[in-house]
């Protein structure tokens, strides 16, 4: 075994650094961690895209909050209950009408498939 490897480091040059035991354990050690190991380095790049995108989550649900906290503030208003249940629930009061206008861009597709 010793002689083939001699006679291939005589041959590759670059292959001499293999002979080394020390080199042999550095580069075991190198490919258990950046590949085997349960912490390698491919595990820690899957963990932080996963924190990266809970940590956008976070945000936007933080900023949802701050949204529904401040409708919550205006709906303490009389005024303000009437004026949302008449945009989003088409309310009115006694003796009133109201038209629904609808352009053909927002409109829903009747029958397109």
């Known amino acids: 075994m010793k002689k083939a490897f001699q006679n291939l480091a005589v041959k ?17 050690f190198t490919i258990w961690m950046l590949f085997l190991d349960n912490y390698s380095y491919l595990e820690h790049r899957v963990l932080n895209k996963e924190i990266d995108e809970l940590e956008d989550n976070k945000q936007y649900y933080q900023d949802e909050i701050r949204k529904d906290n401040s409708n919550i503030k205006k ?4 005024a303000q209950v009437e004026k949302y249940a008449r945009e989003k629930y088409y309310m009115k009061r006694e003796n009133e009408d109201i038209y629904i206008i609808e352009f053909e861009d927002e409109a829903p597709a009747e029958g397109a498939e």
Do not use: A, T
Not at 12 to 22: D, M, S, T, V
Not at 75 to 78: E, R, S
């Open 75 to 78: 709906l303490k208003n009389p």
């Open 12 to 28: 590759y040059p670059f292959l001499k650094i293999f002979g080394n035991r020390y080199v042999l354990v550095l580069l075991f």
